[in-house]
């Protein structure tokens, strides 16, 4: 058994806690839980650190239970939201939930046959069989309105300007969660609820519950929600959410967001995001600090997080089309890539399309460059840049006798033209 709290304390994830809760956990294995919503097929990055929650618990040697909101998904958690979310069938929740599962996989032991394996809950099984008549009578008694309209979930939606106010439906939202944890404390043994410092509110909810109506002691721990040093949002890029699942954000992007961020951001977050122990990351950012230029930090911290994600390979394709895009490759490593991280590699990068048959043929480079590309302006402005030797195919000098044929062609399918350093043109066969 390892201290959780202390061990979430120096990595920077411990905001509050109720008192007690660290003995509690020392005494004995204990189990806990955090709850994701099920609203998409996929986790993203904001959800990292409850999920990084529950990995340290299970390391601690605790038993983690990760619930699925099927039924809170239905309703929506008004903590931190303007306006209602759209509310989803029991279809799209299952088929979420088993997306959600596969994922935490990646953090969480399942099946190892020990006692603490992670369990996966969803809320929806049990809130189905509850009729709202038996709702009001044996959970609604025990939590007053008052209590309730206290939380600062509940007023800032009340009060805050341009909003339409709250839905009971919504303002209903933390008893529903607080009987989850009075179900999971009775039938699980679950004696903590842990979560992000926005979610205080709802889970002291469900210890007052466990205290009235089954007369027990329940815990709560929250973690700090984090930021970014520039005061832009976490998890967040031009494209919207950075997501776990593959298909939404490819490894390359997700390696790339982590390589990207600052030096005091990835001091925060390479012990926030990893499990690498203090003594080794206090290493690296004494050894950052001697030469930051080199980017120590980013570059463990993107390789730590995409192998855990997604795994070695594909870490590896993403460091490898890194160098592709911004150092000294050949036509070999743009080979190492599938065609979807080409693609990204290459996004906004101007494209031509060639009949196949033509690159069959052979290709001539006046034609590559210009007539059947545009790359170029002019048949003349083509030779000149030949002769100026500015030319390259997939990054290997070519002159004016050199001829594109099937074997330049990169996944069977693009050729790379370069004028000079900066100027990149693809052609796609077709």
């Known amino acids: ?255 790339q967001y982590w390589l990207n961020t600052s030096d005091e951001d990835a001091e925060k977050y390479i012990k926030i995001f990893t499990f690498l122990d203090r003594q080794e990351i206090e290493a690296l950012i004494e050894e950052h600090k001697e030469a930051p230029h080199l980017r120590v930090l980013q570059k463990r911290l993107a390789k730590e997080v995409t192998i855990t994600v997604h795994n070695e390979e594909e870490y590896e394709n993403a460091l490898t089309a890194s160098e592709v895009l911004f150092g000294k490759s050949t036509a070999d490593d743009f080979r190492k890539l599938n065609e979807a991280t080409f693609l990204d590699v290459f996004e906004g990068v101007p494209q031509a399309e060639v009949e196949r048959g033509e690159i069959e043929n052979g290709l001539d480079m006046i034609a590559a460059l210009s007539a059947k590309t545009d790359f170029l302006k002019s048949n003349g402005e083509a030779r000149r840049a030949l002769k100026e030797n500015s030319v390259s195919v997939n990054k290997e000098k070519v002159k004016e006798d050199y001829t594109i044929t099937t074997s330049d062609l990169i996944n069977d399918k693009f050729v790379i033209l370069n004028k000079g350093k900066k100027n990149t043109f693809i052609i796609r066969a077709i």
């Not at 209602?84 to 088929?95: G, P, S």
């Not at 009729?131 to 209590?147: P, Q």
């Not at 919504?170 to 999971?184: A, I, K, N, P, R």
Request: aromatic share 10%; proline share 3%; charged share 25%.
């Open 1 to 255: 058994m390892k201290n959780l709290v202390e061990e979430l304390k120096w990595r920077g994830m411990l905001h509050d806690s109720m008192p007690g809760t660290e003995e509690h956990l020392n005494e004995k294995m204990r189990a806990a839980y955090v709850g994701f919503d099920p609203t998409a097929d996929s986790l993203h990055i904001g959800n990292l650190v409850p999920i990084m929650l529950l990995a340290h618990l299970q390391r601690c040697g605790h038993k983690p239970f990760a619930l699925v909101g099927g039924a809170t998904g239905m309703i929506g958690d008004p903590s931190g939201k303007s306006s209602e979310r759209n509310l989803l069938d029991e279809e799209t929740l299952r088929h979420n939930q088993e997306c959600v599962k596969n994922q935490l996989s990646q953090f969480l032991n399942f099946k190892s046959g020990k006692e603490n394996d992670a369990v996966l809950v969803n809320n929806y099984d049990w809130m189905k069989e509850i009729s709202f008549l038996e709702f009001i009578r044996d959970v609604g008694k025990h939590i007053t309105v008052n209590y309730m309209m206290a939380k600062d979930s509940v007023k800032n939606r009340i009060s805050g300007e341009g909003t339409e106010g709250m839905s009971f439906t919504e303002f209903t939202y933390q008893l529903v969660q607080g009987y989850d944890f009075y179900h999971l404390y009775k039938e699980m043994d679950c004696s903590l609820q842990m979560g992000g410092s926005d979610q205080w509110g709802n889970i002291t909810t469900g210890t007052e519950l466990v205290r009235r109506k089954a007369g027990g002691k329940a815990y709560a721990l929250t973690c700090p929600l984090i930021t970014k040093s520039d005061g832009s949002k976490f998890g967040k890029s031009e494209g919207g959410n950075i997501w776990l699942d593959a298909k939404r954000t490819s490894p390359y992007k997700f390696y």
